[in-house]
């Protein structure tokens, strides 16, 4: 199959320290490449991949200080336009801009959102674009869309091979990993780590519109000898830093999609602690590959619990259900239903 990857240029595929959805659109980029389908890849100049590569910006445009990103997307945007005949998908990592671009061709495109969809800001486009086919991350992603929204399959993420390796002993403290941000809930983390009197590591980048949060909430819970913190690290400190841990704290407060670093921990054999919000039942076996949990109180006994929990059957949950394998398997099967729907003459009817 003939698939175009179009990815973000916040950062580049994969990124250099934090980008979710980058890290995805390469392990899915990577292990197409591997099952022997040609795949273009859409992304910044900077990027590493075995597709061929179009590069549509120097480099990753939140580290060269761009801000405002939708220039640069809608010039990519013209440049799988100019090359759309070649493909037989056409899959987007882009949540928006490509719906007014595509329409069209709305019977070999794919979007993946990737990002939160509760907030109402959005949800016009997609009201206006029913024929543009979607893909979510996690099922309870899709509570807040419109009726009206084209859903063509569930895939929830998975983990390139050897980027997480499993760790059978663990470590003694927990681990924080991702962004300083409200609805993350790092203070969560903080007060666990003191009322269990473990150490806490929070490594995690701060966004320039959370520098406030960051400086008036976070940074006077940190002076505590518990309490360490490392900020943004890259590829393989991350392997280390999971791998090392007794349990990942995910303290979240919001509807969270997905939660990449769940499944990143899990294949380390570190086991989760998490709220039972957004996707965190779908993504974590409770008492399996980690504990789900309510209240402050819930997770400081679950961290004390953790370590006695099987880090082989972690991992075994997450080899089970979150491989790159898996979830390339999962997108083709999509794309074949896409493809044949479009042409089936009694499809193309209704």
Not at 34 to 44: D, E, I, K, P
Not at 212 to 236: A, K, N, Q
Not at 242 to 255: E, H, Q, S
Request: proline letters at 7%; one cysteine or more.
């Amino acid at each position: 199959m003939r698939i175009a990857q179009v990815a973000p240029l916040s950062e580049s595929v994969p990124p250099r320290m934090y980008g979710g959805t980058e890290r995805v659109a390469s392990w899915l980029t990577e292990e197409l490449v591997r099952q022997g389908h040609h795949v273009t890849l859409f992304a910044s100049g900077d990027s590493k991949t075995s597709a061929e590569l179009i590069a549509c910006a120097p480099q990753g445009l939140r580290l060269a200080g761009i801000r405002d990103h939708t220039a640069s997307h809608l010039a990519m945007l013209a440049k799988v336009r100019e090359r759309a005949a070649s493909f037989d998908i056409i899959h987007f990592h882009l949540d928006l801009l490509q719906h007014a671009v595509f329409t069209d061709l709305a019977h070999k495109c794919v979007t993946t959102l990737h990002g939160r969809l509760d907030l109402p800001d959005f949800l016009p486009v997609y009201e206006a674009y029913p024929q543009m086919p979607l893909i979510s991350i996690s099922d309870c992603q899709r509570n807040p869309m419109p009726a009206t929204a084209n859903w063509l399959a569930t895939v929830r993420h998975g983990l390139g091979p050897g980027l997480c390796p499993f760790d059978g002993r663990g470590g003694d403290y927990l681990a924080f990993l991702g962004r300083i941000t409200p609805e993350k809930r790092p203070d969560r983390a903080i007060e666990i780590a003191k009322r269990a009197g473990m150490p806490l590591k929070i490594a995690a980048k701060v966004d320039p519109f959370d520098e406030d949060y960051f400086r008036t909430r976070i940074m006077p819970l940190l002076d505590h000898p518990l309490i360490e913190y490392i900020g943004e690290i890259d590829e393989v400190q991350k392997s280390a830093f999971l791998g090392g841990a007794r349990a990942l704290l995910f303290p979240i407060d919001w509807p969270e999609p997905f939660g990449l670093v769940m499944i990143e921990s899990m294949s380390a054999g570190t086991p989760v602690i998490a709220w039972r919000n957004g996707s965190v039942p779908e993504v974590v076996k409770d008492g399996v590959s980690g504990i789900l949990v309510d209240t402050i109180a819930e997770a400081v006994a679950a961290a004390q619990h953790c370590v006695a929990m099987d880090r082989f059957a972690v991992r075994q949950h997450f080899e089970n259900h979150f491989t790159a394998a898996r979830m390339a398997t999962d997108y083709l099967d999509a794309f074949d239903r896409l493809l044949h729907s479009s042409r089936d003459p009694r499809k193309a009817a209704e």
